[in-house]
């Protein structure tokens, strides 16, 4: 096999912390072909390039890395996608122009496989984007109580399988670790075509399913070392997106919170406070709900015991993602929708 040249691009604002180990864990990739790395530093406020370079130059691999200053935001465009563009830019202008992008984050460690396996899975399946949903970090109570409930919404929301059915018009990709094919992006009209997307890595296979095949699957090869120690800080994340996944409608907020209420609290209610057929439905159904949850729960390394206790309690998580979607939708009406790192999207408009 001739593997083609293939280049990371890495956003990053403000991520001195974990953005060396992320360098690193790229530059030990055994990737049998070219390989770089292209590092847009968003106007970090620390020391996000220095760190960045460090890692490079205690690898012996200075050379392979491209630190970009990142120029100020322009109006239309979400932070994020700015700076990947930017990166996009520089990968197009090099003499060798890679045939694969590999967009990745500032908090993500790959084992030294992953990239060549990504790249073996495209080529072979013939994929315009092979995406992999990262191992999130899962230590904190907060996390063991929200982190493994995410991903299961997720998948509920868009299941893998129909993601990956070209006969499908369902696109999901998961922004972690998303590669994707050049050319493909290029034609589908680049990443200009998505540049208000709050939501960007699924903006991104939306854009580009069209152009031919793509897939989405959990993996173990790569994590994230973000951390969410506390209920404060899982609520600013899922805040700064559930409204925007609503197309900013209340209608459909309004049909979300009906159907999170009927789905998840009314079995809990019938089981408490209903007697006979109506009790035994409201039982079963947060039984079945409970056993749908679990196989995510051991994914994230959780005990036969401590599992079941978890999914036993998933009413009682999706009541507080009911919550957290409210306060999307309100922080979106105070004008602070979409804040992260001291920015606010919110009010960009979901390019379709």
Not at 41 to 66: F, H, I, P
Not at 174 to 197: E, K, P, Y
Request: glycine share 8%; charged share 15%; proline share 5%.
């Amino acid at each position: 096999m001739q593997w083609p040249p293939v280049s990371a691009v890495v956003p990053a604002r403000d991520e001195a912390e974990t953005v060396g180990e992320t360098v690193g864990s790229l530059l030990r990739q055994d990737y049998p072909g070219t390989f770089n790395i292209i590092l847009v530093d968003d106007q970090s406020r620390d020391a996000t390039a220095g760190v960045a370079r460090e890692a490079a130059a205690a690898l012996g691999a200075s050379e392979r890395l491209t630190v970009i200053s990142g120029r100020p935001l322009p109006a239309g465009w979400t932070g994020k996608l700015w700076a990947q563009q930017q990166g996009v830019e520089f990968a197009c202008s090099m003499p060798h122009a890679p045939d694969y992008l590999l967009f990745t984050d500032a908090d993500i460690v790959f084992e030294p496989g992953a990239v060549a396996s990504l790249v073996a899975r495209a080529g072979h399946e013939h994929l315009v984007l092979n995406s992999l949903m990262v191992k999130l970090r899962c230590k904190s109570f907060a996390e063991r109580m929200f982190v493994p409930a995410f991903v299961f919404f997720f998948q509920m929301l868009y299941p893998f399988a129909w993601a990956n059915d070209p006969r499908r018009e369902t696109a999901a990709a998961a922004g972690g670790c998303m590669l994707v094919r050049r050319d493909a992006l290029q034609t589908a009209g680049g990443l200009a075509a998505i540049r208000g997307a709050l939501i960007d890595d699924c903006a991104l296979a939306k854009l580009l399913k069209p152009q031919g095949p793509i897939a989405i699957a959990l993996t173990e090869r790569a994590h994230s070392l973000r951390a969410y120690p506390s209920v404060h800080d899982i609520r600013s994340v899922v805040s700064r997106t559930a409204y925007a996944q609503l197309g900013y409608s209340p209608l459909l907020l309004a049909g979300t919170i009906l159907g999170l209420l009927l789905t998840y609290i009314a079995p809990v209610a019938l089981a408490v406070f209903a007697e006979g057929f109506a009790q035994f439905a409201g039982i079963f159904s947060w039984a079945v709900m409970a056993g749908a949850f679990r196989p995510i729960l051991r994914f994230y390394g959780m005990s036969a015991l401590t599992s079941w206790l978890w999914a036993a309690a998933l009413p009682a998580i999706a009541a507080m993602y009911m919550a957290f979607t409210m306060d999307s939708a309100y922080q979106h009406a105070r004008g602070r929708g979409g804040m992260w790192k001291g920015r606010a999207q919110g009010n960009i408009s979901e390019l379709r």
